[in-house]
């Protein structure tokens, strides 16, 4: 009898190490820890941190009452693809050091959600071409993203090899679809 119960000891936990292995094999790690979301965040001596986030209202009704008829996608060039909308957010970033440091923004920052994978690139920014910012300067810009709306979202800024996530605070989406 006792050597049938260790015999089950035995199983069990075998059975335990096969489905935790072949679920690390799969997912690329057995507990992949969450990465911090902050309000802001400093990489290679530049800080960033999200000053607003608001979807952005596109001045057209594209309800089935409006007059006329309904404009596809594809005759309105950089409008959202339909089901998604566009969120604006707010990105300040400071150099705190006394050196020139590289920067782009446009490519540096990417949003993501639960279920974007790879990661959302900005559909546009305000940042412009700008290549490096001068020691104790400071920017502001917008970056603009398409996503579908409900979607918990955080931005992800990889700058220099090193990377953060930032926290950003979104207001309930609106309808542009009637």
């Known amino acids: 009898m006792l050597r049938k119960v260790g015999i089950t000891v035995v199983l069990l936990v075998a059975s335990a190490v096969a489905f935790f292995g072949v679920r690390s094999y799969f997912t690329g790690t057995i507990d992949k820890p969450a990465a911090e979301t902050r309000v802001s965040a400093t990489l290679s001596g530049l800080t960033a941190s999200v000053g607003s986030a608001d979807w952005v209202m596109m001045d057209h009704d594209m309800s089935s009452t409006a007059p006329g ?42 949003l993501r959600t639960e279920s974007s994978d790879p990661p959302l690139a900005p559909h546009s920014d305000t940042f412009g071409e700008l290549p490096r910012l001068a020691p104790g300067s400071a920017v502001s810009g917008v970056l603009y993203f398409d996503l579908p709306p409900h979607s918990p979202s955080w931005l992800e800024w990889t700058h220099e090899g090193m990377t953060a996530r930032l926290a950003i605070g979104v207001a309930p989406p609106h309808s542009n679809h009637g």
């Open 69 to 110: 008829y309904q404009m596809p996608p594809a005759m309105m060039p950089g409008m959202p693809a339909a089901g998604e909308q566009r969120l604006e957010v707010l990105v300040t970033v400071v150099n705190t050091t006394s050196d020139t440091r590289p920067l782009r923004p446009g490519k540096e920052f990417q």
